[in-house]
């Protein structure tokens, strides 16, 4: 084995929200170096107050006194060079982040994309090239406490697409992070499977101000999540992606629930899944919609969908009608409140089968 391949990795994370901290900091806490690149003032607040990540009962609380935390990209380049970046933004900050990474795409490792969405990595290949992008995810559950402090709330894993060169050295020191990763040699499966779990009472939830374990009592909204589900499922297989399993997270029964069981039967089965995973917590979303940023995921998820549907001939009523309200609440075009609680008043937008 080279020295390369066993010698601490030189990475670069982009950003100290939840995932960044989590990912970036465990390859820190496990001896490997991690530059993290964050807006000025909070990179200033997290260098004075370091790192924090409470893996919960049995590990505890651990802390990275001083991190390396730099405020941009010009000023994190001379501390290189590095093996790989992490790129864990939301999808919606994806376009202007690249942008300001173009002036420096000749300096810049292979990036590992563990953002949720399936354009994401396309659009980084445009930006920096075919060869630059490592697909990855997080299955993890992971809440923010504030800028570099976070708490593990369900620990499943990450994959990390192994076709990439870098990909097994990757997989390996995540092992050793603790991070429980997998390698995948189908990263559209892996991406898209992901994805999946994504939707689930998602955008139901943000527009009407329900819990999932909400959405997910009542019937006709049950409905209305297995059809999204069944349209994204329909969306893979016209385009050859199988379902896989995700570390912690059995996507190929979830999937086989959603397309097989009648619903009087699924619904149990998926409601406990739901509960336990989220139980009241409100998803994303939901928490993008009352963030004051005027910014959701919603386009780049429920909306993918409907885009790839377009192109391999799939309909998508209630992806697209789902996207097209988030999107104007989001906007302010509808009213944040003009659906809370009033289930019915969704329904009536969803087109029938």
Not at 57 to 81: F, K, N, Y
Not at 159 to 174: S, T
């Amino acid at each position: 084995m080279s020295e390369a391949s066993t010698s601490p990795l030189r990475l670069l994370c982009f950003g100290v929200g939840a995932i960044g901290t989590y990912v970036g900091g465990s390859y820190a806490l496990a001896g490997h170096r991690v530059v993290f690149i964050e807006r000025p003032g909070v990179a200033e607040e997290v260098r004075a107050r370091g790192l924090t990540i409470d893996f919960g009962p049995g590990v505890g609380q651990r802390r990275i006194d001083h991190p390396e935390v730099v405020p941009g990209i010009a000023e994190a380049l001379p501390l290189g060079p590095f093996d790989a970046a992490i790129m864990a933004v939301k999808a919606f900050d994806t376009g202007p982040l690249l942008e300001s990474l173009k002036p420096h795409a000749g300096l810049l490792p292979p990036v590992i994309s563990f953002q949720n969405g399936v354009e994401n990595e396309p659009r980084i290949a445009s930006a920096l090239g075919e060869d630059r992008v490592i697909p990855g995810t997080v299955t993890t559950t992971v809440g923010r406490k504030g800028a570099g402090e976070i708490v593990v709330e369900r620990l499943r894993g990450i994959g990390i697409a192994v076709n990439h060169p870098l990909g097994p050295r990757l997989v390996k020191a995540a092992a050793e992070a603790g991070l429980r990763p997998r390698g995948y040699t189908n990263p559209a499966a892996m991406k898209w499977s992901k994805m999946i779990t994504n939707l689930i009472a998602n955008a139901s939830s943000a527009i009407l101000d329900m819990t999932p374990a909400q959405i997910f009592a009542d019937r006709c909204l049950y409905k209305i999540e297995i059809r999204q589900l069944r349209e994204a499922l329909r969306v893979m297989q016209a385009m050859n992606i199988p379902v896989v399993d995700l570390p912690g997270t059995p996507v190929r029964a979830l999937a086989w629930a959603v397309s097989s069981l009648p619903l009087a039967l699924s619904r149990p089965l998926l409601f406990r899944a739901v509960g336990k995973g989220r139980g009241g917590k409100m998803p994303s979303f939901h928490i993008d919609l009352h963030s004051g940023r005027g910014k959701s995921e919603v386009g780049y998820l429920n909306g993918a969908v409907v885009r790839y549907g377009e192109k391999y001939h799939i309909s998508t009523p209630v992806n697209r009608t789902l996207t097209e309200i988030l999107i104007k609440m989001t906007a302010g075009e509808i009213d944040k409140n003009a659906y809370a609680h009033r289930p019915e008043k969704l329904l009536e937008k969803i087109p029938g089968e």
